[in-house]
Every structure is written in structure tokens, then in C-alpha cells.
């Protein structure tokens, strides 16, 4: 006996992009709310781990933070560290992530299979990402500015 399988197609949430934009937007006003450009803040969560928040970007209605982890220790070789540049939409009050580990612009929905071999559902991935990094910061209260 053969069973067929339909593979499901992913679909995407823009309502569900839109809430998470949201709350990233609010948790990072707290971390960027009076940087000025080209400053930069490190943050250090727990003792190994580093990041810095620069600011690349301002304009009166959006602003573009770069986030970027800071080696403390000598990493693996051909191991990137993370960096995400974010866009805040001031007047939407949204944030997104724009780039991030050298790839331009993120899509919606990647086609499967595709040359690059990014999932479907990337940038829903990468906003994901910095959701849980913001909540990990905010919930631990193991940031510290340095």
C-alpha cells in the first residue's frame, strides 16, 4: 500500500511578523532609546558573552542599529559571530531585521528548494531570533553596560 504525501506549503503570518516587530520595537527602545549616531553601547551578558548596539542610521522616522557579538575568547575556526542589522519604524513603531551574517535582504518566503539553501520561512526566523535574544536580556537581567 502507497500513501501519497502533500507536502504542506508555508504560508506566511504578516499579522504574526507585525505583533513580534512590535514587542522587538519596545524592548529595543529601552537598549538604543538616546544613542545618537555612530555611538555604541556593549552589553555584557554573563561573562563570556559581549555584544555592542551601534547605531548606523537615523533619520526622524526610522533609525538602523547594528547588533554585533564581540568575541571574548578565541572561537573555532570558520565560526561566524553573530550580527543583525535592525531597522525601527518610528512612526509604526516596528522593528525588523534587515540583514544579517551577509545576506542583503531578507525575503518573506524563499522558494524550496533555492541555490542558497535559506529556509522558507527566514525572516521569520531571524525576527524570531532577535525576539528571544531581546526576551533572554530583559528576563535574565544579566545585561550590564560596559
Do not use: C
Not at 516587530?21 to 524592548?27: G, H, P, Q, W
Not at 555584557?44 to 548606523?56: A, P
Not at 547594528?66 to 578565541?74: A, G, H
Amino acid at each position: 500500500m502507497t500513501t501519497d504525501v502533500k507536502r504542506k506549503r508555508y504560508q506566511f503570518d504578516l499579522a504574526a511578523l507585525q505583533r513580534m516587530a512590535a514587542v522587538n520595537y519596545a524592548l529595543l527602545q529601552t537598549m538604543v532609546g538616546n544613542l545618537k549616531t555612530a555611538t555604541e553601547r556593549r552589553i555584557k551578558v554573563g561573562r563570556q558573552l559581549h555584544f555592542t548596539i551601534e547605531v548606523t542610521e537615523a533619520a526622524p522616522y526610522t533609525t538602523e542599529v547594528r547588533i554585533q557579538q564581540q568575541s571574548i575568547t578565541k572561537q573555532l575556526p570558520g565560526l561566524r559571530e553573530t550580527q543583525l542589522d535592525v531597522r525601527l519604524y518610528h512612526d509604526a513603531q516596528l522593528a525588523e531585521v534587515v540583514r544579517s551574517q551577509g545576506i542583503e535582504r531578507l525575503q518573506p518566503v524563499y522558494p524550496q528548494p533555492n541555490p542558497n539553501m535559506h529556509q522558507p520561512d527566514e525572516k521569520h526566523q531571524m525576527n524570531q531570533f532577535l525576539s528571544d535574544w531581546l526576551q533572554m536580556i530583559k528576563r535574565s537581567g544579566l545585561a550590564q553596560e560596559i
